[in-house]
């Protein structure tokens, strides 16, 4: 019989795999992604102190497209670079939250890099 593939599940062990190789710390803190059906969220997160630093979403007022599709991960991305050199932050961690590097994500993350963002 032919069993069909839980999809959040193999996400979920994809994010911990990659969760076990990076960490972000309060001079390199990890910028994790969360891609749902109808939202696009970032977080800039110290894993040491176990705090959120920076966040940003399409829920937020600043971000015009409230969709979870490329023109709203640019705008996010680009907030996120925006409010991290507020809080002079300049380099993180990329954590694509077990996601695979293309369409969304890649946009959020190119978009972020134009911001000023390193990684």
């Not at 710390?25 to 990890?30: A, F, G, K, M, V």
């Not at 969709?67 to 705008?75: C, D, G, I, Q, V």
Request: glycine share 6%.
């Amino acid at each position: 019989m032919i069993k069909k593939t839980d999809r959040k599940f193999e996400r979920t062990r994809r994010h911990i795999r990659v969760r076990r190789k990076i960490s972000g710390t309060s001079e390199r803190p990890r910028l994790c992604v969360y891609r749902s059906n109808s939202n696009i969220y970032a977080q800039v997160i110290d894993d040491v102190a176990g705090n959120t630093l920076v966040s940003a979403s399409t829920l937020d007022k600043e971000v015009k497209t409230k969709h979870a599709n490329k023109e709203a991960a640019k705008e996010v991305g680009a907030l996120i670079s925006k409010r991290c050199k507020a809080k002079k932050i300049e380099e993180v961690v990329f954590d694509r939250g077990g996601y695979i590097y293309h369409g969304v994500i890649k946009e959020l993350a190119e978009a972020a890099r134009e911001g000023g963002l390193r990684f």
